[in-house]
């Protein structure tokens, strides 16, 4: 089993521009003049060792997709920007060659979490299956009226795949493509769900477009055992702890500091930090890394939580 991410952004996508991919050349350019590097084998060697992330890589651009691997059917959550690269690769891929299932859960149905899926190439495809998963229960609409003239060429109604809706009941389990599913309410405008997904004695928890108020320092508070024991926690936190308490409270996101907090007491093995904030370059986002791993070390000094940033392209095997 693994996890991938194809859209990691929050609120909207983050092109690259330019001038970002200008000062990337520059400072690996200027961190290579220290070295005689000769063979192609050194350089790479060099990339790998030498060069931080936001030089070496990036975090990408995409709003939210998450897919869950390993399994007979495809198994992913929330339809963002995202979900179209999915669609290429899978369509490019051994799988794509024949008929599939597709099981997609949605958090919620703000845009960033559902604009992708116009672009989706197997829900053009005849013999192509896709079930939609959600709690609220206006998904079909949103999906159709986001497709519906003068938005886009295509109507929801024209597209080939057979789709069905289906909306979940949090009180009990689900059992959905080979995973026990729980699916758990969660506060944002509007109202969006956080899912556990358990199988073969793992679980992954995918937690965004979440915000976690003064009540999470309860001893009782749900979400700790919404989290309890996650072999990976997927937790929004667009923002630092001065945003998210202050100019941006009430907005429906989470911080990096309650992370690991929360995945400290739950006794998470590892978190991935989501929804990434879309003004920020990834400089900023190395630090924002960083300053979380700080914080970890402080908090909970012998702790083995490993953290974190999801970024496009980040696998994780299970």
Not at 172 to 188: D, E, L, M, W, Y
Not at 263 to 292: I, M, N, Q, Y
């Amino acid at each position: 089993m693994y996890v991938r991410f194809w859209g990691t952004r929050g609120s909207l996508p983050a092109s690259v521009t330019a001038r970002q991919i200008r000062e990337k050349i520059s400072r690996a350019i200027r961190s290579f003049r220290s070295h005689n590097l000769a063979a192609d084998e050194e350089i790479e060697a060099f990339i790998d060792r030498d060069l931080p992330f936001a030089v070496r890589g990036g975090y990408g651009g995409n709003t939210s997709c998450v897919e869950i691997g390993g399994g007979e059917d495809c198994v992913l959550c929330d339809a963002g920007t995202g979900i179209r690269d999915f669609g290429d690769a899978f369509m490019h891929s051994e799988k794509g060659r024949s008929p599939a299932v597709f099981h997609l859960f949605l958090s919620h149905l703000h845009w960033d979490h559902i604009q992708g899926f116009p672009f989706f190439a197997p829900a053009f495809l005849p013999g192509e299956k896709i079930h939609i998963y959600g709690g609220h229960a206006d998904i079909g609409q949103a999906f159709d009226r986001q497709q519906a003239p003068p938005f886009f060429p295509v109507p929801f109604r024209g597209l080939g795949a057979m789709i069905d809706f289906h909306t979940l009941d949090p009180e009990r389990p689900h059992r959905i493509a080979g995973f026990t599913v729980h699916v758990f309410s969660q506060n944002h405008p509007g109202g969006s769900y956080g899912y556990s997904f358990v199988r073969e004695g793992k679980k992954i928890v995918y937690s965004t477009d979440m915000e976690h108020t003064t009540e999470a320092v309860e001893e009782k508070y749900p979400f700790v055992d919404h989290f309890r024991d996650a072999d990976l926690l997927i937790f929004d936190a667009q923002y630092p702890l001065a945003d998210a308490i202050g100019p941006k409270e009430t907005w429906g996101h989470s911080s990096n500091l309650l992370a690991v907090e929360l995945a400290v007491r739950a006794g998470v093995k590892r978190l991935c930090l989501f929804h990434s904030e879309p003004t920020w370059g990834d400089e900023a986002l190395d630090r924002f890394l960083a300053e979380t791993r700080d914080y970890l070390k402080i908090q909970a000094p012998s702790s083995p939580l490993r953290v974190d940033l999801a970024y496009d392209g980040l696998e994780i095997a299970l």
